[in-house]
């Protein structure tokens, strides 16, 4: 693929997720940036899909749409040891180490903590990583973790009705382009970002 497909590519993503947050049905939302998913992995050069996972390719597993798994939280910030932010650096074949610093964790009813992160490098962004239980069950979610937030890339479901804090849909879900092809080397979900219970909704593996 070259550097203007994945530009179109990227330019896609960000407009998918533009149309879902000025749709004030989430349910309807996440029904069109599914659609528009399948339609970009079925169709665009810069799919991740292998070229034998196109062959039949009807879609991209994903659970019905559930309204409460849907969540505003607010960021608690990290202090740190000396007031200084942790910082994750990650290494990948593509984009060598990309670091990334703990702004704080979001905590979220009846399910646990997250950790936020924040890219540490061009572009910024806020990313949010989960894994939950079912990454380790057959047929249930990558092993890796998925992704909730990745904003510099344009995975980002707005802010939440209160001042500092953010929608978590899980619902949107969704796995890295790893998860499909091994020549991606992504950031994955740490130990902070890895839940205890199942997380029934969002893509599956």
């Not at 991740?48 to 749409?65: A, H, I, N």
């Not at 000396?82 to 910082?87: M, V, W």
Request: hydrophobic share 40%.
């Amino acid at each position: 693929m070259t550097a203007l497909q994945v530009a179109d590519w990227r330019r896609r993503n960000f407009a998918l997720y533009a149309a879902v947050r000025e749709n004030p049905d989430a349910a309807s939302a996440h029904t069109e940036w599914r659609a528009g998913r399948d339609e970009m992995f079925a169709t665009h050069p810069a799919s991740p899909l292998l070229p034998e996972d196109l062959r039949g390719f009807k879609g991209l597993p994903f659970e019905t749409y559930d309204p409460d798994w849907r969540f505003e939280a607010s960021i608690v910030p990290d202090a740190g040891v000396s007031g200084e932010a942790r910082r994750m650096n990650v290494e990948t074949g593509t984009d060598g180490v990309v670091p990334f610093d703990l702004l704080g964790t979001v905590e979220i009813d009846q399910i646990g903590s997250l950790e936020v992160w924040r890219l540490a490098s061009y572009g910024g962004g806020i990313f949010i990583p989960v894994k939950d239980a079912l990454s380790r069950v057959k047929g249930g979610t990558y092993g890796g973790g998925r992704y909730l937030l990745d904003t510099v890339k344009g995975a980002d479901l707005g802010p939440g009705s209160t001042p500092e804090s953010l929608v978590l849909d899980f619902n949107f879900a969704y796995n890295p382009s790893c998860a499909y092809d091994p020549a991606w080397a992504c950031p994955l979900a740490q130990a902070g970002n890895t839940l205890a219970g199942q997380v029934p909704v969002g893509e599956r593996y």
